[in-house]
């Protein structure tokens, strides 16, 4: 087993990684404080893996919420879901709940135990790539909101994360490349080893050979461990996790969440992101066409959805967290494997970058 | 003007109390970081005071929402008014939040800031003697669930508190009664030389004399502020700012949101505790009757909601922040100006105190 910690002082916690780790007794158990707690999955996962998480848990009073699958449903509504079942159960605030999912699970659930009782503790159990290189570790919990996506929501760590490879050999295939563009954003911003590791293995990971998806998730959630380290709340170098994503939120409110995955509206916006990064003389055309053809070997989409005009994207662009007093903020590449923030982005240049994904 | 200092390190912040504060000019505005602001009232107090408050903004891009006024309207539902407005209006991650209102409106835009893109500051300018006393004060947010007052919300500290004592003009008698069960509850918990000057001063306090106001008003504030600087995040001797508190909760939960004022629910509450604080030999029977003779001076109500049974009672109490693994804890008093938190609860004394105050 491989453990990873993201170092966050008393907040600091353990990522285990391996194969069957679903099935390992006494590891979850010693990260749960009190008597109660509450698994939350979704209606696609709950028949795969809820009765064995379960088999672990039967000393403690255990309650389960299953919500409905999707990004749909990420929403103040569904969360409300969360805590009726709390208090039904009378959980008070010794209680752990379990995030049993993907990315929306897990936002879901965290935030629901940021705000339960102004906070309690919870566990991430991430059941597919993208959560698990991704939206697990970190602390980043929220919903979205008509509006804009994870306009809701509080940094709340984790006790622990625990990563269970196994899963992914359920993971249909559309979700598996939706969390390669994840993968493949951590080669881009900040490690230019993992990305020619990627150029040489991606076809292993698209067959998901374990020897090599085991390899991309743990640099994944190392690269992502350090820079979370570094700046837990997104004061400053934080932000480079988001290249791409201001593109692709925009393009997940503006199509209904859900209609795109996250991961490929992320593939897109990194492309976007390269895109205006040349236009600004950071990275050559060279890497551009290098960093296309790995998203695409990746079976990402390279073109920005049917009939979405500049004036969608910039308006959607305009609610970004990252903006500041009206000024855009966007994450480009100094080169592959560096990402830098800057504000200094002209409109017209973005406009270039989108004709480019046309 | 005076200035009540809230030590919490990093999070520490002002609370300004005086006459006419609202039109003092300059003095909001150095606690304002961005350029947008979102004020949130509620349609009782818009009419009295937004103007004026609007007038100290005019240099900011200023949003404002006008919630229904009501402890009914404290929740999810509600709360979403608020987010909607701002991201209809574009307000980004230096935005200021306002809560000009009570503490319906003080507790939702503090969980509104709290949570809207993960975390934006906000500012208490509270207009009730209950929250301009005690819930303006702490970083205690969050709104309601059917099944549990408070149950949902975040710890999140304002950059100020700012208290206009002339606001209590206009402020309904009922209200003003309600504001005094927690004015009380300070000399009960924490300040004896206080009940002794309540004693002798309700009277003043009753007939709002200002300078009676001012001088509760400060004294209130200085012995929460004492409190919350030694234990921001209630792990312990927080705790007794809830005498009465799980008492009176019950009540609003089974009667409905609104149906009694918070400060009544916490009135008839503490005469519980004091009588469940006598049966366990911690206070004299003497106490207890001084006690309910200061709470009756409020004009606040001495017995319990009609056909509110002991098992209603113990059915919400069983959900109530403070219980820890099943077990009922709750505030009482060891002497009058000395509380105490047990868990050493007998159901049958709990009983014989609901009985006193049928």
């Known amino acids: 087993m491989h453990t990873l910690t993201v170092d966050l002082a008393e907040r600091s916690y353990p990522i285990y990684i391996d194969t069957g780790l679903l099935s390992v007794d006494g590891l979850l158990e010693k990260h749960i404080q009190g008597r109660q707690v509450c698994i939350v999955t979704n209606d696609t996962i709950a028949p795969l893996y809820l009765e064995v998480l379960q088999s672990h848990l039967r ?3 255990c309650s ?3 919500l409905p699958d999707g990004e749909a449903h990420k929403n103040l509504d569904t969360l409300n879901n969360i805590f ?3 208090l039904a159960d009378r ?4 209680t752990t709940l379990i995030a049993l999912g993907g990315g929306v699970v897990g936002d879901m659930t965290g935030f629901a135990a940021a705000a339960y009782q102004r906070g309690v503790n919870f566990i991430q159990i991430p059941t597919t790539l993208l959560s698990q290189v991704d939206s697990s570790v970190g602390g980043k919990t929220g919903v979205n909101h008509p509006l804009g996506k994870n306009m809701i929501g509080a940094f709340h760590q984790p006790q622990c994360v625990l990563i269970d490879t196994d899963v992914i050999n359920t993971l249909p295939e559309k979700e598996l490349f939706a969390g390669l563009a994840e993968v493949i954003k951590y080669g881009l911003i900040c490690d230019l080893d993992f990305f020619l590791w990627l150029e040489e293995n991606i076809d292993d990971l698209l067959r998901k050979d374990p020897i090599a998806l085991a390899y991309a998730i743990e ?3 190392a690269d992502k461990a350090k820079v979370v380290a570094e700046d837990e709340r997104e004061g400053g170098i934080r932000a480079i996790l988001n290249l791409g994503h201001t593109f692709g939120h925009a393009i997940e409110t ?4 859900g209609a795109w995955l996250h991961g490929e509206a992320v593939g897109i916006g ?3 992101a390269a895109e205006l990064s040349a236009l600004q003389g950071r990275i050559s055309l060279e890497d551009v066409a290098r960093i296309k053809r790995l998203i695409e070997r990746a079976h990402l989409p390279l073109v920005a959805p049917n009939g979405m005009s500049d004036d969608k994207f910039l308006a959607h662009m305009a609610v970004d967290k990252k903006v500041l007093d009206g000024r ?12 830098v923030v800057t504000s200094e982005i002209e409109v017209s240049d973005v406009k270039k970058a989108l004709a480019a994904c046309r």
Chains 1, 2 share one sequence.
């Open 64 to 66: 389960t919420v299953v």
């Open 254 to 257: 503006e199509q209904g969440y």
């Open 91 to 94: 959980h008070n605030r010794t």
């Open 270 to 272: 990194m492309v976007m």
């Open 84 to 86: 009726d079942e709390l």
């Open 328 to 339: 855009l903020r966007l994450v480009l590449l100094d080169e592959i494997g560096k990402a």
């Open 59 to 61: 000393e403690f009073s």
């Open 219 to 221: 640099r994944s959630c």
